[in-house]
């Protein structure tokens, strides 16, 4: 269970999990990798009243307990769990495995993102801290990584670099409508504080936010949405790539001159 500010949760009877990975992206899930996931405690239910529902499995795998979302299904010899996308071996239920939760809902990023009503607009730097209930302060609103509250990271990209800049040699791009690449300052690594602050998200329910604008002269930034970190590599720099919880609208795509 992780904390998620802004989701409302019957505690008693409810938790909420990130999903990692794509393995239940089909239906009837639809879950890929950063999505949040409701579900709602079991215990005291049998296996066999489970059969055919999604579930939060803890297992041990060589001494070590993993955590599983999947289809539970019964079998010649009793029990296995099943991923929704094609590709993944089905998991054979064994005499240590847990059932926790059954899975209820994908949430909606909509319901937990403070600056929702911000997406696919183009808004003014200085308009943005607003949003997530605190003031524009230069000093801190002007750089590209904005920690804005306890739950809330802000990133400001700009698509386009200037020449005779140093910045020409950090490539920030889309590489299709869900995936975005990032390139850190030069300063920029996995250990350092920031680079922590985005690579353990989805441990730490940190909310991370993606703007774009194609160009410095650009009168505003376009807000894409939410975002998670997928893998990383390097160090001073280090690029990381971010799965957006929302794709790209087709009018986003145009307004940034997109060729996707």
Do not use: C
Not at 31 to 43: F, N, P, Q, S, T
Not at 175 to 201: I, N, V
Not at 222 to 243: C, D, N, Q
């Amino acid at each position: 269970q992780i904390p998620i500010a802004g989701i409302g949760t019957d505690a008693a009877n409810e938790f909420v999990v990130s999903v990692r990975g794509d393995s239940m992206s089909g239906a009837p899930t639809s879950l890929v990798h950063g999505d949040l996931a409701r579900l709602r405690w079991v215990e005291g239910q049998t296996l066999q009243s489970l059969v055919g529902k999604v579930v939060l499995v803890e297992l041990t795998t060589n001494g070590e307990k993993q955590a599983a979302l999947k289809i539970l299904e019964s079998s010649e010899d009793g029990y296995v769990l099943r991923s929704t996308a094609p590709g993944y071996e089905d998991i054979v239920g064994t005499h240590e495995m847990r059932v926790i939760g059954e899975f209820i809902e994908r949430i909606d990023p909509s319901r937990y993102d403070p600056a929702a009503s911000l997406l696919g607009m183009q808004v003014r730097r200085e308009d943005i801290p607003g949003y997530f209930g605190v003031e524009f302060n230069p000093g801190n609103w002007r750089s590209g990584h904005v920690t804005a509250t306890e739950d809330d990271v802000v990133l400001f990209v700009t698509l386009t670099k200037e020449a005779n800049r140093i910045e020409e040699a950090y490539l920030d791009q889309f590489e299709d409508r869900s995936t975005f690449h990032w390139t850190s300052q030069s300063s920029g690594s996995p250990e350092g504080k920031k680079g922590r602050e985005l690579l353990g998200a989805l441990s730490s329910g940190t909310r991370l936010h993606l703007f774009v604008r194609n160009k410095r002269s650009d009168r505003g930034f376009i807000y894409a949405g939410l975002i998670t970190p997928l893998r990383h590599e390097g160090s001073k720099p280090m690029v990381v790539w971010f799965r957006l919880l929302t794709e790209l609208s087709d009018e986003v795509a145009a307004a940034l001159r997109l060729g996707l």
